[in-house]
């Protein structure tokens, strides 16, 4: 698995990875939830009750939307000052017809 960019904002982080289709996209959350908890912990002591929330969101992209997705990420905090992350995927799932239930989105 490999990073191609990472950014976050208060509420919630972006990241487009690189996935070998030998390894399940719920293994590759597992193990960045599961390291980077362990790195935080140890790292920064006063964050002993930080912790990722229960679900994830994950999608796929071609290879023509690939500079897209890192522009996106890497102007994340501008971005989302105009458009709330929550009215953002919203829009997104309803654009693509994904069902979805409200609580879910919060």
């Not at 597992?30 to 999608?59: C, D, M, V």
């Not at 992209?61 to 997705?69: D, N, P, Q």
């Not at 102007?75 to 979805?100: C, P």
């Amino acid at each position: 698995m490999k990073a191609l960019a990472i950014g976050g904002v208060e509420d919630h982080v972006h990241m487009l990875l690189s996935v070998p289709s030998t390894l399940s996209i719920a293994k590759a959350i597992q193990l960045i939830k599961g390291n980077s908890s362990k790195w935080i912990h140890e790292t920064f002591p006063e964050k002993r009750l930080l912790e990722w929330q229960e679900g994830y969101g994950a999608f796929s992209i071609g290879i023509s939307a690939v500079e897209e997705t890192l522009a996106y990420i890497k102007n994340q905090k501008q971005h989302h000052r105009s458009r709330s992350f929550k009215d953002e995927l919203i829009a997104f799932l309803d654009k693509h017809g994904i069902e979805y239930e409200a609580w879910m989105l919060d």
